[in-house]
């Protein structure tokens, strides 16, 4: 399914809402990376929460024929990525993303906090 990048970050983060991810900000990448358009970061208060979310993302997606295309962290559940080549996902448990603190390092992408 051919969709845009930016409806597909608000669809991941709704999928991530639904789990009771926190602090879901939407970052604008189109003029920083080449790599994708957007990045999708949130927390959660465990890795089972992370997996959860994870999983939620997944399942909403698929059921629009959307799949990730790479996958990483899922076994420890600390920090899940999921790869959408447009959207990049950052799942965190809160205390992984205040060490990684992924919106200081892109600090210049315009960034947009999701409200459900």
């Known amino acids: 399914m051919n969709i845009k990048s930016e409806k597909l970050s608000e669809m991941i983060a709704k999928a991530a809402s639904?789990?009771?991810?926190?602090?879901?900000?939407?970052?604008?990448?189109?003029?920083?990376?080449l790599v994708t358009d957007y990045f999708i970061v949130c927390s959660a208060n465990s890795?089972?929460?992370?997996?959860?979310?994870?999983?939620?993302?997944?399942?909403?997606?698929?059921?629009?024929?959307i799949f990730f295309t790479h996958k990483e962290g899922y076994r420890e559940g600390r920090w899940i990525l999921l790869d959408y080549n447009d959207c990049v996902?950052?799942?965190?448990?809160?205390?992984?993303?205040?060490?990684y603190n992924i919106e200081r390092?892109?600090?210049?992408?315009?960034?947009?906090?999701?409200e459900d």
């Open 47 to 65: 890795s089972t929460q992370v997996k959860a979310i994870a999983d939620n993302i997944e399942d909403e997606l698929g059921r629009e024929n």
């Open 105 to 114: 390092l892109w600090g210049d992408a315009p960034t947009t906090r999701y």
């Open 89 to 99: 996902v950052h799942i965190f448990v809160e205390e992984e993303r205040q060490f």
């Open 18 to 33: 639904d789990k009771k991810a926190r602090d879901i900000v939407i970052m604008d990448m189109k003029d920083i990376s």
